[in-house]
């Protein structure tokens, strides 16, 4: 397999962002990035069938999508990569690879599973962009292990997603509850800090407070991150599987036509001229 991503990783990287600007020009995207569990009563929310057909026979599927569906679509992205594999179909090998990679994440970050998604029913608006970007931005590249060995088979990935899910919903009131008490030991001017940022100077939150944020989560998010690559990898391992491992040396070098650029050229510019995201932001 690394025959095939190795030479595309760029390719990859790129299009991994492609279902977040899917979102500024598609309605129904939004709803395959989350799914807010705490609409289902209390963990571990036995009430909630984790079979698709099972919930929509009990919630309907309008419902459903209501409150979110990413563990769901992650499979149906599972399917459509498993069958790219076997079809030996490098355009859409490419594009599902990128794609699964980002429900996958999605479904790692703890308020992705929560109604509160941005702190905006406690008075923590931001938040979901705190855990999400500033501390790995701030942390990463200086402290966070990203080598968690090789992937591994998955023989039950509807067992596999709801696990990553239920640890996600179990997590959000710890990255709510320990900012909340965080905002109490810092005055407003030791919270925030003013950084430039493409050629802007944007209200960030400073560098002290995002650095004691990760020590009272215990580096969290390191561990999310770590988990969701190895799912990610893991994810991408299987479907080659289930497809027959196919060789796939004689797809490496080979290249998008001038339609599908056309097409990536086109959902850029949807993004770039949506004013906001069509339904419910982060």
């Known amino acids: 397999m690394m025959l095939l991503y190795k ?15 899917r979102r ?21 929310f036995d009430g909630l069938p984790r079979k698709w057909k099972d919930a929509v026979e009990k919630f309907s599927e309008d419902s459903l999508k209501a ?31 990128a794609e699964i990679g980002h429900y996958i994440g999605d479904a790692h970050v703890p308020l992705h599973t929560s109604s509160n998604h941005n702190g905006q029913f406690t008075n923590q608006r931001g938040i979901h962009g705190f ?13 966070f292990d990203f080598l968690i060995g090789k992937a591994d088979y998955i023989s039950n990935p509807s067992d596999f997603i709801w696990n990553r899910i239920m640890e996600s919903a179990k997590a959000s009131d710890s990255v709510l509850l320990f900012e909340k008490e965080l905002n109490k030991q810092f005055r407003e001017d030791r919270k925030y800090a003013f950084e430039e940022r493409n050629g802007k100077i944007i209200k960030q939150y400073s560098s002290a407070y ?26 991408w ?43 419910r932001e982060e």
Do not use: C
């Open 67 to 97: 409150h979110g569906i990413v563990p769901w679509h992650i499979q149906v992205m599972l399917n459509r990569l498993t069958f790219a594999f076997a079809k030996k179909d490098f355009i859409a090998i490419m594009k599902n690879s």
């Open 237 to 279: 391992y299987t479907a080659w599987i289930n497809a027959g491992q196919p060789y796939l040396k004689e797809l490496a070098h080979q290249h998008f036509s001038i339609e599908e650029q056309k097409s990536f050229d086109s959902l850029n510019m949807q993004w770039r001229e949506g004013s906001r995201m069509l339904g």
């Open 7 to 21: 030479p595309n990783i760029s390719f990859l990287e790129e299009h991994a962002t492609d279902p977040d600007k």
């Open 131 to 143: 855990w999400e970007s500033r501390v790995p931005e701030l942390l990463a590249e200086k402290q």
């Open 24 to 44: 500024y020009a598609v309605l129904e995207e939004a709803p395959r990035h989350y799914i807010d569990m705490d609409r289902y009563g209390k963990y571990p």
């Open 210 to 235: 995002t650095i004691a944020y990760n020590n009272k989560l215990d580096d969290m998010v390191e561990r999310r991150m770590r988990q969701s690559i190895y799912a990610v990898a893991s994810f």
